[in-house]
Nanobody
Framework: QVQLVESGGGLVQAGGSLRLSCAASGRTFSSYTMGWFCQAPGKEREFVGVISWSDGSTLYANSVKGRFTISRDNAKNTVYLHMNTLKPEDTAVYYC????????????????WGQGTQVTVSS
């Protein structure tokens, strides 16, 4: 069982930066692939990026590639989403999730989810 708690969301101007954190409980955090997803008002939840449990490899959605990066600190049971050059269209609730699968965009393969943190980017 893994419990996830996101933090770090807020209001930021376009072009600004935020760092989201996702703290996990459980002693097996290091064996989970960790993904980030977002859901904008009126839209389906969509993939943002993922970091593998094994070698730290990452995969990103085209919309955030070059602007967002994911890192993890297994000693702290925490994964981060570093968000740079934010745009108004990045406004959404951001969720972290844990999976035992390899790096995957497929939300159905993520068994554990956090409650989400709101990111609002003003123009």
């Amino acid at each position: 069982q893994v419990q996830l708690v996101e933090s770090g969301g807020g209001l930021v101007q376009a072009g600004g930066s935020l760092r989201l954190s996702c703290a996990a409980s459980g002693r097996t955090f290091s064996s989970y692939t960790m993904g980030w997803f977002c859901q904008a008002p009126g839209k389906e939840r969509e993939f943002v990026g993922v970091i593998s449990w094994s070698d730290g490899s990452t995969l990103y959605a085209n919309s955030v590639k070059g602007r967002f990066t994911i890192s993890r600190d297994n000693a702290k049971n925490t994964v981060y989403l570093h968000m740079n050059t934010l745009k108004p269209e990045d406004t959404a609730v951001y969720y972290c999730a844990a999976s035992t699968a390899w790096t995957t965009r497929n939300q159905n393969l993520y068994a554990y989810w956090g409650q989400g943190t709101q990111v609002t980017v003003s123009s």
